[in-house]
């Protein structure tokens, strides 16, 4: 059975608080976005010795296979299904890595989505979402899979009525990697929950109105080590992108266009770049 793991973009990103168990209080707004990666699991031979028999093709995976967050998907749910067989795994990846998509994260859900669903485990929604958090706090998201106005580490989350099927986005990364520990080492945190509560009223409002007061956290102290992210995003808006931003704690920034207003622009050859529809 194959799947296609999807990625995500945040439309402002809020960093509220370090909580007492070292992750972050956050507010932002998850967007499902249609570049994928492809994930296929089938029963393994009978006389395998291994539990989990793994492949990857596409953007090489660094690290060692029993640090895969799909593989580790796997035997978070043998511990609890200890009829659950042996498997031959496939990974072919296609979104960039450490870019702020959140590929990871959706692999390891969809790697628990289909287990459940192939060797019929009945485990329900709210399950699924909370084995998904033990691997990653952006995994819960990829379980819905629709746009959500998130809290907590990012697992609360509210679903959103949100229509941009009048837009496209633009992905552009430069390959350039940020360290998500860094980058929250460098935020000055107030301890006290932000006017982030209001996105979910401001993603409603047009969307010319976002720049104002859909930003993220990040951008700031990645901009500053990074001016060429930065430039992009100025790129963006300077063709014409209702708007434009970082995704997570980047490298990726995004900018949404009108469906027929998309600019052709060059960047360097090096750079990641997809055009694509949003829903």
């Known amino acids: 059975m194959v799947v296609f793991p999807n990625c995500k973009i945040n439309i402002g990103l809020s960093i509220c608080s370090k909580r007492a168990d070292n992750f ?20 393994a031979a009978s006389s395998t010795a291994k539990q989990v028999i793994y492949s990857q093709s596409g953007i ?4 060692n296979e029993t640090d895969n967050i799909c593989v580790k998907a ?19 990846k296609n979104i960039p890595m450490g870019a702020g998509l959140g590929g990871g994260s959706a692999d390891a859900a969809f790697t628990l989505q289909l287990l459940n669903n192939q060797f019929k485990l009945n485990l329900s929604t709210s399950q699924l979402i909370d084995y998904s958090l033990q691997l990653g706090s ?15 580490r990012g697992e609360i989350l509210e ?13 552009i990364n430069p390959g350039i990697h940020i360290n998500t520990g860094w980058a929250f ?10 006017a982030a509560n209001n996105f979910k009223e401001i993603i409603n409002e047009p969307i ?46 995004f900018g949404i266009f ?16 997809k055009t694509l529809q949003l829903q």
């Not at 090489?60 to 690290?63: K, L, R």
């Not at 014409?240 to 931003?245: C, D, F, L, T, V």
């Open 24 to 43: 972050h209080n956050l507010s932002t707004i998850f967007i499902p976005i249609p570049l994928t990666d492809a994930l296929e699991i089938i029963p």
């Open 138 to 152: 952006d995994c819960p998201f990829f379980i819905i899979n629709q746009p959500c106005f998130a809290t907590g």
């Open 185 to 194: 080492k460098q935020l000055q945190l107030s301890g006290t929950q932000p």
């Open 258 to 273: 009108e469906k027929y207003s998309i600019p052709t622009i060059k960047f360097p050859k090096n750079y990641f770049l």
């Open 208 to 253: 010319e109105t976002w720049k104002a007061f859909l930003t993220n956290d990040f951008e700031l102290p990645v901009f500053e080590l990074y001016p060429e992210i930065k430039n992009i995003k100025e790129v963006l808006y300077s063709h014409g992108a209702k708007y434009a931003a970082m995704s997570g704690s980047g490298s990726t920034i």
């Open 159 to 171: 679903e959103l009525d949100l229509d941009l099927s009048a837009y496209k986005i633009m992905l």
């Open 60 to 63: 090489t995976i660094d690290g």
């Open 74 to 92: 796997y035997y978070l749910l043998k511990k609890d299904f200890p009829m659950l067989p042996a498997v031959r795994l496939h990974l072919h």
